[in-house]
């Protein structure tokens, strides 16, 4: 797999794609904002730079700064609302 540019959002996120493991993964960034993702398999997120605030399946908000690494399962909606810009990396599974 080459490496593809994601843009979403009227490129308020922007990603990109590489090889990583099975399912492959993306490095990105993500602008203020409330960024809605219905996802089709599993993913492992980590916030790599800023903060996000994640809601998964309309489950109460939790805080995802720096560091925090978590888990979307297959045929959620990934809520992340983010007020500074904000780094991330996403495994799929």
Not at 25 to 53: C, D, S, Y
Not at 69 to 85: H, I, N, Y
């Amino acid at each position: 797999m080459a490496i593809t540019h994601n843009r979403f959002f009227n490129d308020t996120v922007q990603s990109l794609r590489f090889d990583h493991g099975a399912a492959g993964a993306t490095v990105g960034v993500m602008l203020p904002g409330t960024h809605v993702f219905n996802l089709k398999g599993p993913e492992t997120m980590t916030v790599v730079a800023g903060e996000m605030f994640v809601s998964i399946n309309d489950a109460a908000e939790f805080t995802a700064p720096a560091g925090t690494r978590f888990e979307a399962p297959a045929g959620s909606k990934l809520q992340m609302r983010c007020t500074v810009d904000t780094a991330y990396f996403c495994q799929f599974h």
